[in-house]
């Protein structure tokens, strides 16, 4: 899924604590860091020189890879499926990745690492697939906290065919690998650097990939309705743009599609608990929006988690116009299939050469 109704003042500025933050099935004691005053702090152009002061350090620019500390559990239902099922996020050692394990499969391989080429169904989510047929949907929100967060390799354990959807954003995912805990591991974080512009196209829709420095990330979209109309935002992905102006954002769509995706098996778990749904020019969350631009906020948090299943952060600059997971997948076939348009790097001799 993918949606504000008429703009009314929770469409401007950040949420007051106390307001429109669904309660986790887990409780960590932790506020969200994008209640702390960040308000608009968007990072702009790759042509901009680096500046540590502007652009804050996070875990990651260590370079070196991370796992988690210990085991995280939580549970709720698929968005699609309905289904309740649990999530457990594991250690895993250096090199090994994110690999997705279905619990509930005993009689075949039920381990689906993560890859490019692992995506089989990217409609209304991301779904991969490991050789054995056993498929897993709805990673994108998860893989783009790890991203974000700096987590190279996890285990992470479902007992059922989706990844729960808990409030349709990536902020209680975080909660979970904040509870967990952070660990350095020795091996030094691979890059995926663009050497040549990736672009593809489908009608009005596109995404492309640029040679860049860091990560940085622009997205456009255009809904004909007034309450999302052109939205825009441009930033630097790091862990404090994530936390603070991205992680929130919740999935959204449209109240005269939600028959049909349920007569096609779709949109069974889904509530005004975890999507933002609109009905003609209204918004039928009673709490309205979390913060300004939600709707684009969330396309990008999206695309972070769709662009980390090639398995390592971007060196690059992603610019995505109206652009889905399906879209995202083909630029990520598209670069894969380019092996002179891209290479593999590590910054661990840059930092020591610094130092």
């Not at 490991?130 to 967060?149: D, P, Q």
């Not at 020019?281 to 929006?289: A, H, V």
């Amino acid at each position: 899924m993918n949606g504000e109704g008429k703009v009314r003042s929770w469409g401007h500025g950040r949420l007051s604590p106390d307001r429109n933050i669904s309660k986790p099935i887990f409780h960590f004691g932790l506020e969200p860091s994008w209640l702390n005053d960040r308000r608009g702090q968007l990072r702009t152009r790759c042509a901009e020189p680096r500046n540590t002061e502007s652009f804050p350090l996070s875990v990651r620019n260590d370079h070196h890879e991370q796992t988690i500390v210990a085991p995280a559990i939580c549970a709720g239902v698929g968005v699609h499926t309905g289904q309740r099922v649990k999530l457990v996020v594991r250690p895993a050692a250096p090199g090994t990745g994110v690999t997705f394990v279905r619990t509930d499969i005993t009689d075949r391989n039920n381990r689906i690492p993560v890859s490019g080429e692992a995506v089989v169904d990217a409609r209304l989510n991301t779904m991969i697939e490991n050789a054995a047929g056993v498929r897993l949907s709805t990673i994108e929100h998860l893989m783009a906290a790890l991203c974000a967060l700096g987590v190279s390799n996890a285990v992470i354990e479902v007992d059922g065919p989706e990844l729960p959807i808990l409030d349709g954003s990536a902020l209680q995912f975080v909660q979970l690998l904040d509870r967990a805990g952070f660990r350095r591991q020795e091996a030094p974080v691979r890059y995926i650097e663009i050497l040549k512009p990736i672009r593809v196209e489908e009608g009005d829709k596109s995404a492309v990939l640029l040679p860049c420095d860091r990560y940085e990330m622009r997205f456009e979209i255009d809904f004909p309705t007034p309450v999302i109309g052109n939205q825009v935002v441009d930033f630097v992905v790091d862990e404090a743009t994530f936390r603070s102006d991205i992680m929130a954002a919740r999935t959204f769509g449209f109240a005269h599609e939600v028959e049909a995706l349920r007569q096609a098996g779709l949109a069974r778990g889904g509530s005004l608990e975890n999507a933002v749904v609109i009905d003609g020019d209204e918004i039928l969350n009673p709490g309205g929006l979390r913060m300004e631009r939600e709707f684009v906020r969330h396309k990008a948090l999206d695309a972070i988690g769709d662009l980390y299943v090639l398995g390592a952060p971007l060196l690059g600059r992603y610019e995505g116009v109206k652009a889905g997971h399906a879209l995202n997948n083909k630029l990520v076939r598209a670069l894969l299939a380019q092996p002179d348009a891209w290479r593999e790097t590590t910054r661990v001799f840059d930092m020591a050469m610094a130092g």
